[in-house]
């Protein structure tokens, strides 16, 4: 299943705009934020899909019940661009756990490129329920090749991939090779140029949030 936040008429739309305006973009603290309040928006939807029990619980008056989530997912994120993404979910869902992974695009001679995975730090996955975010989903091969590589792993019962914005080549990408997994974005862009960025997508979202690369 594809759930595409901006299909409806959602305050989420302002910090979207935001974050793609090229005058309000000169300010990171404010980027950063508006990328952590769509994470906590994103999070909340997905929060709807999972499992929830009764639990009854002691106020200073008496006692009520309230469904509460059986589990808590783990975290996962693509160093750098998508920290303050990740912060969002970690917010609401934060008991939860962290998995960092350290991948970036290598640009071979020929002027296409290959993914590197240089580092994975994670708890153990196995039968639990993970959420692997990204602010840019463009080609889809760095998220496809991290979950491939965790996949390889451990025993993942659940597979939640979310972005900012996704260029619909990468939602196919994702789609054609993790069949299973459910995606979460806020918007869809149709186009990418031939350095594979969204348009009219945002920009580098990693220099943007922490500055440009030496």
């Given amino acids: 299943m594809i759930f595409v936040l901006n299909k409806t008429n959602t305050v989420a739309n302002s910090f979207l705009a935001e974050m793609r305006d090229v005058n309000v973009q000169q300010d990171k603290q404010r980027f950063r934020r508006n990328q952590e309040k769509l994470g906590e928006i ?22 009520c019940t ?11 994120t ?14 609401y869902f934060d ?53 491939k590589e965790l996949m390889a792993t451990y025993k993942i019962a659940s597979l939640h991939i979310a972005a900012v914005i996704a260029s619909t080549e990468g939602i196919q990408h994702v ?4 069949p ?7 918007a869809v862009d149709e186009e ?10 945002l920009g580098d979202a990693g220099d943007l949030a922490y500055g440009e690369k030496a």
């Fill in 66 to 76: 309230l469904q509460l989530p059986v589990e808590s997912p783990v975290l996962g």
């Fill in 42 to 63: 994103l999070a909340y939807e997905i929060s709807k899909t999972f499992k929830f029990n009764p639990e009854e619980i002691q106020t200073p008056l008496g006692t």
């Fill in 175 to 178: 789609r054609a090779n993790l």
């Fill in 95 to 147: 008991q939860s756990e962290s998995a960092f992974i350290t991948a970036y695009r290598k640009v071979r001679r020929t002027g296409d490129f290959v993914i590197r995975i240089d580092h994975i730090a994670t708890p153990n996955l196995d039968g639990k329920t993970l959420i692997l975010c990204d602010t840019m989903l463009a080609t889809g091969q760095s998220l496809v090749d991290v979950c």
């Fill in 78 to 91: 693509i160093l750098r661009a998508g920290l303050p993404f990740h912060q969002g979910f970690l917010n």
């Fill in 192 to 201: 990418m140029t031939s350095k594979s960025y969204i348009v009219p997508g």
């Fill in 180 to 186: 299973k997994a459910k995606i979460w974005v806020c």
